[in-house]
C-alpha cells in the first residue's frame, strides 16, 4: 500500500502502547456512530465507544482492536486512539471474557434487587466490555 497516502493508527492504554500500524482507512465507532478516517481527514477529537476500531491491512482485510472506551484524536495524519483498555482480536482471552460476562451479569442482578444504581451502571458497563470482547474474538 506504499503507492497510497497513509495515516498512523496508535492505540495507547494505560498499560503502554499496544498497537501501532500504517493503514488508508481506519473505522472507529464514536459516541455518535461509525467515522471512517482516511488520509487528510480534517482534525477530529471524538469518544470512543466500547465497541471495536478496524485498521485496513489489505483488500477487504483488517486488524480488528476491542476498544475498552476512550477517545480519538486525529491530526497531521495520525489518529491517536487513547482507550482505558485494548486488546487486538488475536490476543483476547474468550473464556477470560465469558467468565467476566458471567460476573457482571450477577452484579447486575443484585444490584437490580439491592436497588444500587451506582454498582448496576458500573456492572453494565463491565457487560458490554466483556460482551464486546466475546463478539471480537469470534466466539
Ligand atoms: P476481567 O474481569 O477479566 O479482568 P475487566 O473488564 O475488568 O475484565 P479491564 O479492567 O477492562 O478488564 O482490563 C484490565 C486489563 O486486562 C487490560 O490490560 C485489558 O486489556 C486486559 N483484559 C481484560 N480482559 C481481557 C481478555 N478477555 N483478554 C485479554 N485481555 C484482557
Request: charge should be negative; hydrophobic fraction near 35%.
Amino acid at each position: 500500500m506504499s503507492d497510497k497516502p497513509e495515516l498512523t493508527v496508535s492505540v495507547v492504554t494505560p498499560d503502554g502502547e499496544v498497537y501501532e500500524k500504517k493503514t488508508t482507512l481506519a473505522i472507529c465507532k464514536t459516541g455518535e456512530g461509525e467515522l471512517g478516517i482516511m488520509p487528510n481527514h480534517t482534525p477530529v477529537l471524538a469518544s470512543l465507544a466500547i465497541d471495536e476500531v478496524r485498521v485496513k491491512t489489505g483488500e477487504d482485510q483488517y486488524d480488528e482492536i476491542a476498544i475498552g472506551g476512550g477517545f480519538l484524536e486525529f491530526s497531521n495524519n495520525v489518529l491517536s486512539i487513547v482507550a482505558s483498555a485494548a486488546e487486538r482480536k488475536e490476543n483476547i482471552d474468550a473464556s477470560r471474557a465469558e467468565r467476566a460476562r458471567d460476573r457482571a451479569k450477577e452484579r447486575i442482578e443484585k444490584a437490580q434487587n439491592e436497588h444500587d444504581a451506582k454498582e448496576l451502571k458500573r456492572a453494565e458497563i463491565s457487560l458490554k466490555r466483556a460482551l464486546n470482547r466475546i463478539k471480537i474474538s469470534g466466539h
